[in-house]
């Protein structure tokens, strides 16, 4: 069967593109081969550095080996206190070390608590938990002193815990970051890793929000639902991720930095709202391990691909180097597949929000300018959603939309009880997003 037309023009539109950015410098957006190796090569190496009680401070982790004779660090990252981390490294045999930077100058100096992986002087490439004790400056990690740890820009090592403050404008929050985790994962994952990251302290009064954008995407496409929604009954969570990479992995991630939060906070209700792909990337977090988070009742999706995106297709069978989440968007791959193959855990609501806001002047378009109308409303996702609802915006505007806050604002409306404010107390503000 051949396409209609509209779809073969798009298809025609995309290969024309794609094409003219593999002859151009535009193609300096995809990854080298060798990123795309490194990515495949590589895993996330875990732990949790424990310090001794009073020891306050920034604490520095690091996986690296010694084959050279001198230490070569493979991943450093850096944490507000002692608490969880993951390191992100090519696949060999590494030490794992952590010591307590009192002086915050990423050097490891005489006098400063350190300490190894407990049990284990090297670490082979895995998801394997390790442990490191903060003991006390007679434990010298392997690591001669005056050891000085960068990132892989050169400034310091990247900020790694679950929960950390930080705000919409931060640099690793951006859009050109964003963008860069999209095209090449690897050296993101290195730069800026992933995270679940905080506007403001955690107030257990207040029910946590955990947004989650889509491919391209960065946290400051959640600019105006964070400046709109209730502050008195909601706080903002952002998860921070590399939108290029596979999306089980990122589900992994995600789950990962919730796991650390809800022990360390423990929240009992949250909900999770994602837009386009992180849709997908949610739904197979709460498929593998929602009975783990039991803190999470409701999950709200706009605009996903839920029959993943025929584009992707090209890009797979046509690109010199293929973003690995391109392969989890093929419409009727093994990932689209297996994502329905499991219902949602009970007591977790899924509703699903649609655009239909095709491009201008188009006649039959059946999309919002992205992703078609037959992929949003795959009916494997309409089968399970507690509600569906569409709205004339396209896969942009659907984030700053009146009309979507609103019905978004009442599906919330009954979960948490508004709460008592004293005569004259003003609504809380959004300023920790600005």
């Not at 608490?83 to 005489?110: C, H, I, K, Q, S």
């Not at 005056?146 to 950390?164: C, D, L, N, S, Y």
């Not at 979507?404 to 004293?422: I, K, T």
């Amino acid at each position: 069967m051949f396409p209609r037309s509209d779809q073969l023009a798009q298809f025609c539109r995309l290969a024309a593109v794609l094409l003219a950015c593999l002859w151009t410098a535009g193609c300096s957006l995809l990854p080298s081969q060798a990123d795309i190796r490194s990515y495949h090569e590589s895993t996330v190496l875990r732990g949790h550095v424990h310090s001794a009680p009073g020891d306050i401070g920034r604490v520095i982790v690091a996986a690296y080996s010694t084959e050279s004779g001198q230490p070569d660090v493979a991943d450093a990252a850096q944490l507000d206190s002692s608490g969880d981390f993951e390191l992100f490294v090519p696949r060999g045999l590494y030490r794992v070390a952590a010591f307590l930077d009192r002086n915050a100058n990423a050097t490891l100096d005489p006098g400063e608590p350190c300490g190894l992986a407990v049990g284990s002087q090297a670490a082979s490439v895995g998801r394997k938990v390790l442990d490191i004790e903060l003991a006390g400056p007679a434990t010298v990690c392997a690591l001669p002193w005056g050891t000085k740890f960068t990132g892989p820009e050169g400034g310091p090592p990247r900020r790694a815990q679950a929960g950390v403050i930080g705000h919409l404008d931060d640099a690793p929050n951006s859009s050109a970051r964003g963008r860069d985790g999209y095209w090449n994962p690897m050296k993101a994952l290195r730069a800026v890793g992933s995270n679940v990251f905080l506007i403001e302290p955690y107030d257990e009064a207040r029910v946590p929000i955990i947004f989650v954008h889509g491919a391209a995407g960065s946290p400051q496409d959640w600019r105006y639902f964070i400046e709109h929604i209730d502050r008195r009954r909601y706080q903002p969570w952002i998860f921070r991720y590399p939108s290029g990479a596979a999306l089980a992995k990122c589900a992994e991630l995600l789950f990962w930095q919730l796991e650390n939060l809800q022990a360390k906070l423990q929240p009992t209700t949250a909900v999770i709202v994602a837009h386009s792909m992180g849709g997908m990337v949610v739904r197979e977090l709460l498929v593998k391990h929602g009975a783990q988070l039991p803190a999470i009742r409701q999950f709200v999706s706009l605009s996903t691909p839920w029959g993943g995106d025929p584009f992707a297709v090209i890009g797979v069978e046509l690109s010199p180097t293929v973003i690995p989440s391109w392969i989890d968007m093929t419409p009727n791959g093994d990932f689209i597949r297996a994502l329905f193959s499991s219902a949602l855990p009970a007591g977790i609501e899924h509703h699903l929000f649609f655009g239909y806001r095709g491009p201008p002047g188009r006649r039959g378009s059946n999309s919002d300018g992205t992703v078609t109308l037959a992929s949003q409303l795959s009916w494997r996702a309409q089968a399970e959603a507690v509600t569906v609802r569409g709205f004339d915006e396209d896969h942009e505007s659907i984030l700053s939309s009146p009309r979507v806050m609103q019905e978004f604002d009442r599906l919330l409306a009954g979960l948490v009880p508004a709460p008592a404010l004293a005569p004259g107390m003003p609504r809380p503000t959004s300023r920790g997003a600005r």
